[in-house]
């Protein structure tokens, strides 16, 4: 049985990825740092989630808990970073830098770097970075390049590592989606969209089940895609 640990499956493209693969057989380990949530998304399948109430911004949370899944699980065959926030229009402050950096940056470094030893004990394994738009694209209009610039960086950090990893059997693919309908844009994105325009969650479960199932001697390394119709 294959173990996936994917961060932000408490709401939207996590939780829909956890759900997914959780119908598929996998084992999955759903972190992130609201429990209540983590625990009825647990509920929602037999066993198959095991919830793990981490924020991904502290090292030393993220050292101590995939120690845990580790005990718990014993490896792990794939990792998706998907855990992510944005400004949502706050004003740019040391704090946001920190919260904005922190967590979609630093938290996708801290995560891989603790799952490597285990995919290289086991000879193989796959990371999917879920970066953005905003990880290739820089917008035309005004923009303080704070989100941009920590999903230009898992972009960057994915091809790199991914070129290191390979001979390894371990694949990096990161992943760089237009709007998506999750509550990211109602929590905290005040700009104005259209939900019927954007992808949904479970369409992007659906893009990371197709690029896992590919022959071992194929690898997706970046995958771009965007709603037809612009939804703001
Ligand atoms: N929605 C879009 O249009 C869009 C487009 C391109 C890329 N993305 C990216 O897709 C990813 C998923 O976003 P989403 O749209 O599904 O948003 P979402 O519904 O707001 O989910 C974000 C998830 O990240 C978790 N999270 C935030 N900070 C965390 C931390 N410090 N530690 C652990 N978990 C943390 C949240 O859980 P807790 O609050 O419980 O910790 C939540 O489960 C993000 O990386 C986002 O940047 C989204």
Redesign the pocket.
């Known amino acids: 049985m294959k173990t996936m640990v994917i961060?932000?499956?408490?709401?939207?493209?996590?939780?829909a990825t956890a759900l997914r693969f959780a119908s598929e057989g996998y084992t999955v380990c759903a972190?992130?740092?609201?429990a209540n949530?983590l625990n009825a998304l647990a509920m929602e399948t037999t066993g198959k989630i095991s919830p793990y109430q981490?924020?991904?911004?502290d090292s030393k949370e993220v050292e101590r808990g995939f120690a845990r899944i580790l005990e718990d699980h014993g490896k792990i065959d794939v990792l998706v970073n998907?855990?992510?926030?944005?400004a949502g229009g706050q004003p740019i402050d040391n704090a946001m830098i920190d919260r904005i950096i922190d967590?979609?940056l630093k938290?996708t470094l801290y995560c891989t770097f603790a799952a490597l030893p285990s995919m290289r004990k086991n000879g193989g394994g796959h990371i999917v970075n879920?970066?953005?738009?905003a990880g290739v694209n820089i917008a035309e209009k005004g923009d303080d390049g704070l989100y941009i610039a920590s999903?230009h960086g898992i972009v960057a950090h994915s091809e790199a590592l991914g070129r290191l990893v390979r001979h390894e059997g371990i694949l990096v693919t990161s992943l760089c989606?237009?709007?998506?309908d999750?509550?990211?844009?109602n929590?905290?994105n005040p700009y104005p969209h259209d939900k019927s325009k954007?992808i949904q969650?479970e369409e992007v479960a659906d893009i990371i089940a197709y690029i896992l199932a590919q022959p071992k001697r194929t690898l997706f390394k970046n995958v771009i895609f965007v709603p037809v119709v612009e939804p703001g």
Do not use: F
Not at 31 to 34: E, G, S
Not at 82 to 86: E, F, P
Not at 177 to 180: F, L, V
Not at 182 to 185: Q, S
């Open positions: 961060t932000g499956a408490s709401s939207g493209v996590g939780r972190l992130a740092r609201n949530k981490i924020d991904v911004s998907n855990a992510g926030v944005t967590t979609n938290g879920v970066a953005s738009i999903k989606p237009g709007g998506i999750t509550p990211l844009w929590n905290e954007m969650p």
